[in-house]
């Protein structure tokens, strides 16, 4: 049974910097693309970013520049380096297993609290 488990959230100021990481246990890493989502407080899950077994990597118009995902195949983790964070990118994060061909989303963490104060 595949089981993801987010890490690595907290309280930052703006302009700082987090970095999550999602463990990701049973063979899908190895298969599957895996992404990043936020829900925001009274808003809707929105995707953030994703990366495809392959390492080619997706993003969000609005974190794109500032946000990074990698993939540690040793380790199977996907990480995600935010950096010039800002209180709109408070929310919790979520890490998942996409779906092989429509990278809709597949397996959840139980996600993960990052809160940016201004």
């Known amino acids: 049974q595949v089981q993801l488990v987010e890490s690595g959230g907290g309280l930052v100021q703006a302009g700082g910097s987090l970095r999550l990481s999602c463990a990701a246990s049973g063979s899908i890493f190895s298969t599957n693309a895996m992404g990043w989502y936020r829900q925001a407080p009274g808003k809707q899950r929105e995707f953030i970013a994703r990366?495809?077994?392959?390492?080619?990597?997706n993003y969000a118009d609005s974190v794109l520049g500032r946000f990074t995902i990698s993939r540690d195949n040793a380790k199977t983790a996907v990480n995600l380096q935010m950096n010039s964070l800002k209180p709109e990118d408070t929310g919790v994060y979520y890490c998942?297993?996409?779906?092989?061909?429509?990278?809709?989303?597949?397996?959840w963490g139980q996600g993960t609290q990052v809160t940016v104060s201004s």
């Open positions: 990366i495809t077994s392959g390492g080619f990597t």
């Open positions: 998942a297993a996409l779906n092989r061909g429509t990278y809709s989303p597949k397996i």
